[in-house]
């Protein structure tokens, strides 16, 4: 089965720190997604990308910025957390070929609380 | 573009009955449909997948949906609730060869004893 880690499941940071929320996905894909999930709002795309190196914003961007030096790891960055990114954030992968016949594999999130 | 509608945020259904989770989609093109589930504190787990083969799609815990063109449709059903299945629905569509997925809102799922 293809697994999706995230580091942390928990992380409490104060207004202004530099958050890192790392992914890593162990089947060779090469799509991979950042998601921010809050009640009443559902799941939206941050960023994404389909290849070392490349990557797209999603729907809502600002305030963040991702890294993708290895196939494996697609890291989240928040350059200066906001109380307003307080959230659950989901880590999701997916083949290449034909993303939409496999959908998402996704991992367990991290909920992120920023004080 | 693809979108997805998920009336009823909250559904409580009594253990032993039928949950019947609604989901409407919109797709330019022939759609892929999926439905995932998530359990409190937890990441999404594909439940079950529509991508163009019987319409009828049997899933994971004994859940079943059934892709309906012509309604635009894809209802999740499973004959008798359980305890362990309180937890969130997603209805998610995706046009093929489009690699972003569109998510419904989702419903809310409690099992009463």
């Known amino acids: 089965d293809v697994k999706v880690t995230q580091s942390s499941r928990y992380l409490v940071k104060r207004t202004g720190e530099k958050v890192f929320l790392e992914c890593v996905q162990d089947?060779?894909?090469?799509?991979m997604f950042w998601y921010r999930q809050d009640p009443g709002l559902g799941l939206r795309l941050i960023y994404f990308?389909?290849?070392?190196?490349?990557?797209e914003k999603g729907d809502i961007p600002e305030g963040y910025s991702v890294s993708r030096e290895k196939k494996e790891r697609f890291s989240l960055i928040l350059e200066s957390a906001s109380t307003n990114q307080t959230s659950m954030y989901l880590c999701?992968?997916?083949?290449?070929?034909?993303?939409?016949?496999?959908?998402?594999?996704f991992g367990s999130g991290t909920r992120l609380t920023v004080v | 573009a693809q979108s997805v509608t998920q009336l009823d945020s909250h559904v409580s259904v009594s253990e032993g009955t039928p949950v019947l989770l609604r989901c409407n989609y919109s797709?330019?093109?022939?759609?892929?449909l999926f439905w995932y589930v998530q359990h409190p504190n937890k990441g999404l787990q594909l439940l079950l997948k529509?991508?163009?083969?019987?319409?009828l799609v049997k899933g994971i815990n004994g859940f079943e949906a059934e892709f309906k063109k012509s309604e635009t449709s894809f209802h999740l059903t499973k004959p008798s609730a359980h305890m362990s299945d309180a937890a969130e629905y997603f209805c998610?569509?995706?046009?093929?060869?489009?690699?972003?997925?569109?998510f419904g809102k989702g419903n809310q799922v409690v099992v009463i004893p």
């Open positions: 089947m060779d894909h090469e799509n």
């Open positions: 990308s389909y290849d070392v190196k490349m990557k």
């Open positions: 797709s330019s093109y022939s759609p892929s």
């Open positions: 998610v569509v995706s046009a093929r060869g489009n690699n972003r997925l569109a």
């Open positions: 529509y991508t163009s083969a019987a319409t």
């Open positions: 999701a992968s997916s083949p290449g070929t034909d993303p939409s016949f496999y959908g998402y594999t």
